[in-house]
């Protein structure tokens, strides 16, 4: 049973209940990484083994203690330990300063939650689908007779104002004279225009080439107006106009206040009151903001495509939220917003990171930097994603205004897939074990770490532990081998025995062949595709130039996965993301090691000519 | 946005249970209004004083009034059977006119409040068609056993013609200055009769004309221009064609593949033209050109009324 006093109970619940009220999902990516019940569960847990330790040489077993420390919390033996009771709050709220060894901090895990450490692959234990009801605690919903009630009588109402007529009534023969009237028809009217054009043959010789019909000289009102409002003045986005709410009858319909950042200063600070159709889409709603502001401020603002713009979150005081803006994927029906500002894109919205890995705190708020970050992460994608396309394309000199454009737009792209990234995914693909040997597992990939395991099925092979490895560690992923459907996937990860810096990581048993980039012989790099996956030797270290190139002695290893050219680009492709956006040492050391063993090769081959 | 004075509107209805207002040269939706849940619209006619907007549909005839921001009709009719096809104004907005699927064509006193039924013809067949000779007594009606009227409304005089066998008359048209009665069928043929002027102020003298195979399909709309130079005749086979009156020979043809017209309107001038479509989209067609000049875009479903009012200015 937890109790208000548990700490970590505390912390999760914190965490659960921001989860499940947050109706946006944003909250879930911006706190992925920030896991804090579970970052002092590893701490309790490690604690907890040298605990055992300790009691291995003859201390007081934990259990007891911590059962002493629930049941009597005010026991002369634990006088310290109260004094020290206030302790763990502080060092809660700024997480990272003064974190005190752990087994002096009086801090119980939350039963359940202790029990794995995969809890996470458990989605029922985060009670992400509990919803709140607006009805619960402000004012309940009348009965249904009050409310079909007051529908009779609105429609009542509104019956009286409608005249209404008898369709199969009697007939009734007019009693006035004059009530059917003929009209006398002009006698000969299709004469009259020849006539008329006969007498104005002047004026009609310019107009012949406009017209050959209808040229007598008449004009309507239509054909006015619309000389007065040329072709261009047409709205840009009234392809959105049909995703207004009050244009479209019985369907659900959404009503939200939108600050329009680019207005000029008295408007901008006012929202634009609009009716979306549920079902519209937030790239939808984003043009039929910006067609409802041309239509209000017509000569306000000279809008852009759609593509420039985001929602974002916002205060009903028109502050915007740094939040990453709403997902143009989405339907507007999803979001719970009353406000919202509609703004040119950001880059990159800056995201508040606190990252535990590192000894100390370090909380990056991406602001200016963030553009410039952001855009270099997402080159690193592409260039490593696919590095002929990155040469391809700065071969071409790519300076046209027009690449310039599709890259922003990529970039926007990407943004998705990086706001995605983090998400943990699992993907069921066979690892080549042993140079030939494949067996199945699931991989899974999240924003903390990469998990490898055995599926149940496997017949020959003794069941293996599962590999668990923080994302810390990963330094890189690359298809390294692909043919028609298939391909060779490649997860660079810090090998473990060079450090002492890798904590939890399991040793890897599924012996992954061991090598050192700076291996001389693995020179030809992504290109390279071994006959039999994986073969890569492992007596690197033997070659003259491994002295001399690593710099620091961090050694890498490496797991091949064969699996669809599909899901590998995906694999690839997100665990980059996630590793680009943790700009971690090891990523960017193996990224150097491979540059520098490139030149190298290339310099040695150029010496060979 | 108010529908001001100085504003010309173009109204569409269709089978999304909606009639839209629409502004007619910027193409913006001005206003929505609900139409009956179980109909789709057939006709919609504007009163001559361009306040109210008639429509009718399966089992109902309504009007709204355009001035007021109400969306709500303002008058109902009770009691109707079966779809009323077509309805119209006379000039003066004294009385209108509806034809129904229940084998009648009506006339409405729209002076008196509220509206009665003045006149009634019997077709014998479902009406699919009705329309108003410009000497404001006359109606040529088309009926679905092939059947076409001209009945005189003050005398009660009728005359009727069955130009083919087997064919339901889809739409008929009488040109503005009186001369010409066109009747359009569902075998996409279109027939054409000369009206002259009875001399004893009694129903006009009918003398055929021409024969149109104007389409490959059933043709759903015919109508003449404002100046009486060019027939429109729209169909399902995805095109809308002009003829010239004289000769009534082709003069354009308006494609939009894979989609019926449903209804079209000619500018007052006879240079622009309004299609209603089975895309749910309204378009604006320059005649001599050819060019698509605005669409109004909105309806989520198919377009098959529309009406638009245009005067002409003074040059």
């Known amino acids: 049973m937890a109790t208000y006093s548990n700490q970590h109970w505390l912390l999760s619940h914190i965490r659960n209940s921001f989860i499940s009220t947050d109706d946006t999902g944003i909250c879930e990516t911006v706190m992925l990484s920030d896991d804090m019940p579970k970052h002092y569960l590893r701490r309790f847990q490690t604690a907890t083994t040298t605990m055992d330790a300790h009691r291995r040489s003859g201390h007081r077993p934990p259990q007891a203690t911590q059962q002493q420390r629930n049941s009597v919390p005010k026991t002369p033996d634990t006088a310290t330990q109260s004094s020290q009771r206030s302790a763990p709050l502080q060092h809660m709220i700024p997480p990272r300063i003064a974190d005190p060894p752990l087994q002096e901090v009086d801090f119980y895990c939350y039963p359940g939650l202790d029990l794995s450490d995969d809890e996470d692959l458990d989605m029922s234990t985060h009670s992400f689908d509990i919803q709140m009801y607006p009805e619960v605690g402000a004012h309940r919903f009348r009965s249904n007779t009050a409310q079909k009630l007051e529908k009779l009588d609105i429609a009542k109402r509104k019956a009286a104002r409608i005249k209404s007529v008898n369709y199969n009534e009697e007939v009734l023969p007019p009693d006035r004279q004059d009530f059917f009237m003929r009209k006398p028809v002009n006698v000969r009217p299709a004469e009259k225009p020849s006539t008329s054009t006969a007498t104005a043959t002047a004026t009609k010789v310019e107009k012949t080439s406009e017209d050959d019909l209808s040229d007598e000289g008449v004009k309507s009102k239509l054909s006015e107006q619309l000389a007065k409002s040329p072709k261009q003045t047409q709205n840009r986005f009234i392809q959105y106009a049909r995703f207004d709410g009050t244009a479209q009858v019985g369907m659900p319909t959404k009503r939200i206040n939108v600050y329009v950042n680019m207005l000029p200063e008295p408007e901008r600070n006012y929202p634009l009151k609009i009716c979306v159709l549920s079902t519209a889409k937030i790239i939808e709603v984003i043009g039929l903001v910006c067609y409802k502001t041309t239509l209000q401020y017509p000569d306000a603002v000279q809008l852009k495509s759609v593509q420039h713009y985001a929602l974002y979150m916002t205060e009903d005081n028109d502050d915007m939220d740094d939040f990453p803006p709403l997902d143009n994927r989405e339907p507007c029906s999803k979001f719970g917003f009353s406000h919202l500002t509609l703004a040119e894109r950001r880059p990159l919205a800056p995201v508040t990171r606190i990252d535990y890995q590192q000894g100390t705190k370090s909380i990056t708020s991406m602001d200016d930097k963030a553009a410039v970050a952001a855009a270099r992460a997402l080159e690193n994608i592409n260039l490593n994603g696919d590095v002929t396309d990155g040469a391809a394309g700065t071969g071409d000199g790519g300076d046209s205004p027009q690449d310039h454009v599709k890259e922003y737009e990529k970039r926007l792209l990407n943004h998705n897939d990086m706001l995605e990234a983090p998400m943990h995914r699992t993907y069921r693909l066979s690892i080549i074990d042993k140079r030939f040997f494949k067996c199945d597992v699931t991989l899974s990939v999240s924003g903390e770490r990469i998990e490898i395991d055995q599926h149940k099925n496997a017949k020959f092979w003794a069941q293996r532990k599962p590999v668990s490895t923080p994302i810390d560690l990963v330094a890189h992923c690359e298809i390294v081998e692909q043919r028609q459907l298939k391909a060779l996937l490649r997860i660079w990860l810090k090998s473990n025995s060079s450090s002492g810096m890798s904590s939890s990581c399991t040793s890897a048993p599924m012996s992954a062949s061991i090598t050192s980039l700076n291996a001389g012989n693995n020179t030809t790099g992504i290109a390279h595709s071994p006959g039999s996956p994986g073969h890569y030797p492992s007596h690197s270290s033997h070659s003259p130039f491994g002295q001399v190139s690593s710099m620091s002695n961090i050694r890498f290893k490496h797991y091949d996965f064969d699996t669809d050219v599909h899901t590998a680009e995906q694999i690839r492709n997100k665990l980059n993301c996630i590793l680009e956006m943790r700009s971690s040492d090891i990523r960017r050391e193996f990224l150097h090691q491979r540059v520098r063993k490139q030149e190298k090769q290339q310099a040695k081959r150029q010496l060979k000519l | ?315």
């Not at chain 2, 009007?63 to 007021?68: M, P, T």
């Not at chain 2, 009606?141 to 005359?159: F, P």
């Not at chain 2, 009665?181 to 055929?208: T, V």
């Open chain 2, 1 to 315: 946005m108010e529908a001001t004075e100085d504003q010309l509107i173009l109204a569409t209805g269709g089978y999304d249970h909606t009639i839209k207002v629409w502004q007619a040269h910027t193409g913006n939706c001005i206003k929505t209004m609900r139409f009956v849940e179980t109909s789709q619209v057939n006709a919609l006619d504007r009163t001559p004083d361009k306040t109210r907007l008639a429509a009718c549909g399966y089992q109902c005839i309504r009007l709204y009034d355009l001035e007021s921001n109400c969306t709500a009709p303002v008058i109902n009719f009770d009691g109707v059977q079966k779809n009323v096809t077509r309805l119209g104004f006379q000039e003066e907005g004294k009385w209108m006119f509806t034809a129904g699927e229940d084998h009648r064509v009506r006339i409405w006193d729209m002076i008196s409040a509220p509206p009665h039924c003045s006149r009634v013809f019997d077709c014998q067949a479902p009406v699919n068609a009705a329309c108003l000779h410009p000497n404001q007594v006359e109606i040529a009606m088309g009926s679905q056993n092939g059947g076409v009227y001209l009945w005189d409304v003050k005398s009660e005089e009728h005359e009727q013609l069955v130009p083919e066998m087997d064919a339901s008359i889809q739409d008929v048209a009488i040109s503005p200055d009186g001369h010409y009665m066109a009747a359009a069928n569902n075998k996409g043929n279109c027939y054409i009769w000369q009206l002259s002027i009875n001399p004893h102020q009694k129903l006009s003298i009918i003398c055929p004309k021409k024969k149109i195979q104007a389409h490959s399909r059933s043709i759903l709309r015919c109508k003449f221009s404002p100046d009486s130079r060019l027939l429109v005749t729209t169909s399902g086979d995805g095109t809308a064609c002009i003829w010239k009156t004289d000769d009534f020979t082709k003069w354009r043809e308006l494609s939009i593949e894979n989609y019926w017209v449903w209804d079209a309107a000619f500018s007052a001038d006879s240079k622009w033209l309004f299609t209603a479509s089975s895309d749910g989209i309204a378009r604006l067609w320059k005649l001599y050109t050819k060019a698509l000049a605005r669409d109004y875009t909105g309806h989520s479903k198919a377009i098959t009324a529309l009406s638009f009012k245009d005067e002409i200015v003074a040059d």
